[in-house]
T-cell receptor, first 113, second 114 residues
Framework: GEDVEQSLFLSVREGDSSVINCTYT??????LYWYKQEPGAGLQLLTYIFSNMDMKQDQRLTVLLNKKDKHLSLRIADTQTGDSAIYFC?????????????FGQGTTLQVKP | GAGVSQTPSNKVTEKGKYVELRCDPI?????LYWYRQSLGQGPEFLIYFQGTGAADDSGLPNDRFFAVRPEGSVSTLKIQRTERGDSAVYLC????????????FGPGTRLTVL
């Protein structure tokens, strides 16, 4: 079945790196996504990685994918207070041809000044 | 251009009542998704439209939930005989053509059933 798990809470100091982890169960995952949700705002796509890639870097964001262990991580370099939000990992799988997303329960990132 | 919009932003209703939630997707997007986000959880898929047709309604929890998209643009999620457990934020997303395209999310409708 499809299941995505995340740790619930992470607290870091401003300027440190943050690493948010995610595990998934469906081996047919094709795309894996990271979304950001701020209070009162919609989900914002931060970045994504295709399942045949190991790493993707986009400015302060680095995504690492370990397909063998079905583990995905998001590293935010030089974390700022504006990065405080809930981060969701999500997958879409080849078993579904609709592109529907399966989300984790979200990791709350708290950035202390 | 305008993003995905949803109305109302908040809806409070009484148990047993009927509600309609509206989604205006980005113009030109043929794919439209509804998700439900309960407190402290990630969004859960409800239904997917490609054009006017519901291509996947496997996430609808029961037959009290129904959604339409008659002209392939605006969609309405309809909930009959609401229950307290239906309280959640209902999110709508649209994408250019579905699979492999980025989904753009609206701000959601917060439904509270008293």
């Amino acid at each position: 079945g499809e299941d995505v798990e995340q740790s619930l809470f992470l607290s870091v100091r401003e300027g440190d790196s943050s690493v948010i982890n995610c595990t998934y169960t469906d081996s047919s995952s094709t795309y894996l996504y990271w979304y950001k949700q701020e209070p009162g705002a919609g989900l914002q796509l931060l970045t994504y990685i295709f399942s045949n890639m190991d790493m993707k870097q986009d400015q302060r964001l680095t995504v690492l994918l370990n397909k063998k262990d079905k583990h995905l991580s998001l590293r935010i370099a030089d974390t700022q207070t504006g990065d405080s939000a809930i981060y969701f990992c999500a997958e879409s799988t080849s078993s579904s041809n609709t592109g529907k997303l399966i989300f984790g329960q979200g990791t709350t990132l708290q950035v202390k000044p | 251009g305008a993003g995905v919009s949803q109305t109302p932003s908040n809806k409070v209703t009484e148990k047993g009542k009927y509600v309609e939630l509206r989604c205006d997707p980005i113009s030109g997007h043929t794919a439209l998704y509804w998700y439900r986000q309960s407190l402290g959880q990630g969004p859960e898929f409800l239904i997917y439209f490609q054009g006017t047709g519901a291509a996947d309604d496997s996430g609808l929890p029961n037959d009290r939930f129904f959604a339409v998209r008659p002209e392939g643009s605006v969609s309405t999620l309809k909930i009959q005989r609401t229950e307290r457990g239906d309280s959640a934020v209902y999110l709508c997303a649209s994408s250019l053509s579905g699979r492999y395209n980025e989904q753009f999310f609206g701000p959601g409708t917060r439904l509270t059933v008293l």
